[in-house]
Structures are given as C-alpha cells and as structure tokens.
C-alpha cells in the first residue's frame, strides 16, 4: 500500500527495478510507478473520486494497532485505548472508526499466528521473546531436565526475587487445570507490594 496527497494505492506488479501501484478504487485509472525503495518515478492519470482522509486515518490507525499487537503481550483492549487516545481523530473519523470489539477478533486471531504452538513435548526451545523482560532483563532462571520427562521451568526477574526475599510473608499456589498439556503443574508464588498481592 502506497499513499500520496491522501490517495491509497495498491501493489499491482513489481519488476526488478520497478513497482506498479493502482488506485485502490476500481473505476480510477490512476497508476503510480516507483522503485524498489519507494521513490516515486512517475504518476499517470486523474482520479475520477474525492479523497477519503477519514479512511485514510483509520487506516493507519489499524495498521499500528495490529503492528502493537504483534509485537507485543499487550491486552488487545489496552493497544486500542492508548492508540485512539493518541491519534488526533474529527467526529466524521471517530463516526466509523471500528469499536475495540469490532477489531479484536481479527488481533486476536492475527495474535495467534505470531505466537509459537504449545509443545507437545518436554524437548523445546523457549523462544527469546519469553526468556526476557519488556526491559531486556533475564526472566528465565531456571531452565532444567531432572530425568527423562521432568523438566522445571522457573521464571522471575532479579526486581521480583528481591521483592519476594524481602518480604515475610508469601503466598503459594499450585494448579493443574491451566498447566499445558506437557508439564503437570503450574507453581506461583506471590508476595505483597503496595498492599497487593
């Protein structure tokens, strides 16, 4: 997708040394030829309809919600709230903007498909995504075959072992029903900050 003076384009052909875009509308005969880079070459043509920047806007803002959601463990409804808060939207944009339920479906789905499958085995690799924080520190302390078909997987950040350390009381709890299929059970242990568990 391409957009010039508030006109979307779409790929139609690539070259080696070329890229062919069409106006996303059907009637329009407007065409746009660049390079590889994206640097426009030359335009062709007239657009036979009046610009829409209201989609044009929503665009955008679906395109970086989906982006977040992706990249990051973010919930979907969180993305969506800090992103229309972001975005400077008129009452004709906010008027057809998709609710956060209308969108979630295909996040969630978009979501799925970056996330790796849940092992079948006790033998995998723990992605880096999940052996680190959101600020790049270990996550992972543990990670340790005892015999065949036992493994522990221990994680916490060195903020939440001191925290725990520290504090004098804990709270431990075990549960089976929300442990993947491979392992037998899920152990957490929680200590208070703030009054909080």
Not at 1 to 20: E, G, P, S
Not at 65 to 78: C, D, G, L, Q
């Amino acid at each position: 997708m391409l957009v010039i003076d508030n006109y979307v384009f779409k790929l139609n052909k690539t070259t080696t040394t070329t890229k062919y875009y069409r106006c996303e509308h059907r009637e329009c005969g407007a065409t746009v030829h660049t390079d590889i880079n994206d640097v426009l070459l030359k335009t062709k043509g007239d657009h036979c309809h009046v610009i829409e920047p209201e989609k044009n806007k929503i665009r955008i803002f679906k395109q970086v919600v989906k982006e977040r959601a992706i990249n990051e463990s973010t919930p979907i409804p969180k993305i969506y709230e800090e992103e229309s808060a972001k975005m400077i939207l008129s009452p004709a944009t906010i008027a057809i903007l998709p609710s956060q339920r209308e969108m979630s479906s295909s996040l969630n789905k978009t979501r799925r498909l970056e996330t790796p499958r849940i092992p079948d085995s006790q033998i995998f690799d723990i992605p880096d995504i999940y052996t680190k924080t959101l600020k790049n520190k270990e996550f992972l302390c543990v990670d340790k075959m005892i015999k065949r078909k036992t493994r522990i997987l221990l994680f916490a950040s060195n903020e939440q072992l001191k925290l725990l350390f520290e504090n004098p009381i804990v709270f431990m709890d075990g549960t089976f029903s929300a442990c993947p299929k491979v392992f037998d059970q899920v152990f957490t242990i929680h200590s208070i900050k703030y009054e909080q568990c």
